[in-house]
């Protein structure tokens, strides 16, 4: 069983009720992976300078997951003393440097792609964007398992699961919020 720290960051203007529920439905969705998750607010505007397109007045996902990592590595956000000790199981100890959740409600872009609802790195971290996302406590909660299960090494799915590719607010709607048997076996092998 793995455990992880999760820093999920919140950017001015994401609402709590977006996120109500958030870390309940990571925990039932990635069982076998012990999460403790923590919570950061943020001026996107200050960190994301760097990231910021102004010719598309967008930010560029790619180069948020990366700056966001670098401050959270370097800056008192990583620095900080975690009380950690209540996943301290069979003397398994979450890794010192926690993942990082972006939630931005900022239109974000990635390569050649008009928008994204959000972006990954394997094991390193995601930003969501609830830009296009209506304002929907279901579609942020999707699109952060979706981000959250290519962290934890799922690739999208055919089937009609939370990690199918969403194309549009339609798509991201009509899918479902929870795996599929063979997402969830994967997630199960991989994460023992």
């Not at 950061?40 to 700056?67: F, H, M």
Request: include cysteine.
């Amino acid at each position: 069983m793995l455990v992880y720290r999760l820093l999920i960051i919140l950017d001015l203007g994401i609402s709590s009720n977006l996120i109500r529920g958030l870390k309940q439905q990571i925990s039932e969705t990635f069982g076998n992976i012990i999460v403790k998750v923590e919570f950061e607010n943020i001026k996107l505007i200050e960190l994301g300078v760097s990231c910021w397109n102004k010719n598309r007045n967008q930010y560029d996902a790619n180069s948020l997951i990366t700056k966001i990592v670098e401050d959270a590595t370097s800056d008192e956000i990583a620095n900080r003393q975690s009380n950690i000790t209540d996943l301290e199981i069979e003397g398994v100890t979450p890794p010192a440097l926690p993942l990082t959740l972006l939630l931005t409600p900022s239109d974000c872009y990635d390569g050649n792609l008009n928008y994204v609802f959000g972006l990954s790195k394997y094991k390193i971290g995601a930003v969501v964007s609830t830009f296009r996302l209506e304002n929907s406590h279901e579609f942020v909660t999707k699109e952060c398992i979706h981000e959250l299960g290519h962290v934890f090494g799922l690739k999208r799915c055919k089937l009609p699961c939370v990690m199918t590719f969403s194309n549009s607010v339609l798509e991201a709607h009509e899918k479902s919020s929870k795996l599929c048997s063979s997402c969830y076996e994967q997630i199960k092998n991989d994460h023992m």
